[in-house]
């Protein structure tokens, strides 16, 4: 049977990219609303009630609005907020994350999209904790460059439009919305201080976390390279502690995510580094794999 799903924001970044997915399958009936009634409560209310599953690409506050229209309707529901990323009840959309995360989401009733920064910190910390191979209590620094689609129409409208030239960094007070999903999911027991900018480039991310660790680069690899066998998103370069560059842009148009152990093995000072188009498997791309495992179709639908 023919699944029904309607996009509540459907007209932002991440709804259009979202729905660019999925016009084109005949596995989903996409629901929509007319352009003058996007906006009227007993309209969305009616389109999420008739909705299998309903994707939520709105602010955080109208996303728990939202959550309240289908209270009792069977709506089957994935924020890509930041609304409900440590909510109880909510599992957390990164099937990749641990062992029975796949399953959880396939079930699920409502899943959390996760943030971009926070897929690639997660993907390079979490298994590094489950292989107690990272202290919880370890004190962690991250880093990170995003294209300046990651700041929605009003930050892409700045760029191209020319009112905003060159790169920046911000969220300089340490309380960035993708920190406690971060702590949460990474199974950390303190917050790291985390360095987010802007590049001036459309598209794409690259993520780092430097460590100084008695553990051997090879060790570290193998425990990353286990946790994501037979992934079909999830892949992790062979060692190779020197590359030349890292470049954000590398996985644009996909939904992959690429993680590499970088530095100085001799000395202990190494980096975890990965990299994803943010609007791929960092927003948009990660919601239809979330999608597809929740309506039982294959999980690379679409993608």
């Known amino acids: 049977m023919t699944a029904t799903v309607f996009i509540d924001g459907e007209v932002g970044t991440t709804g259009l990219q979202i729905r660019e997915r999925l016009i084109g399958r005949n596995d989903i009936r996409l629901l929509s609303l007319p352009d003058d009634r996007r906006k009227d409560a007993a309209a969305r209310a009616d389109a999420l009630a008739s909705a299998d599953v309903a994707i939520l690409c709105l602010p955080d506050d109208a996303a728990r609005e939202a959550v309240t229209l289908v209270e009792g309707a069977g709506t089957r529901l994935i924020d890509a907020s930041t609304a409900h990323r440590i909510a109880p009840g909510w599992v957390f959309g990164f099937p990749e994350m641990a062992s029975g995360q796949r399953a959880a989401v396939a079930k699920a009733a409502r899943v959390s999209n996760p943030g971009c ?18 202290a919880r209590d370890a004190q962690l620094s991250i880093f990170g460059i995003s294209g300046y689609t990651g700041g929605g129409k009003s930050m892409i409208a700045e760029y191209e439009s020319g009112a905003a030239t060159g790169s920046f960094v911000y969220a300089t007070g340490q309380t960035h919305k993708h920190l406690p999903e971060i702590v949460k999911h990474a199974d950390l027991a303190t917050s790291p201080i985390f360095v987010p900018s802007v590049g001036q480039f ?34 992790v370069r062979p060692l190779d502690v020197s590359v030349a560059r890292e470049e954000p842009a590398g996985l644009n148009g996909t939904n992959r995510l690429e993680l590499s152990i970088l530095g100085d093995a001799a000395s202990g000072r190494l980096v975890l580094s990965a990299v994803l188009d943010n609007l791929g498997k960092g927003a948009s791309g990660a919601a239809v794999q979330n999608l597809n495992l929740m309506l039982g179709l294959d999980e690379a639908a679409g993608l």
Request: aromatic share 8%; with cysteine.
């Open 117 to 134: 920064y926070s897929t690639c910190a997660i993907a390079l910390l979490r298994p590094l904790r489950d292989a107690g191979l990272l």
């Open 202 to 235: 459309a598209q794409g991310m690259v993520v780092q976390v430097p460590l100084f660790t008695e553990a051997a680069p090879a060790t570290l690899h193998a425990a990353l390279a286990d946790h994501y066998a037979g992934s079909q998103f999830v892949t």
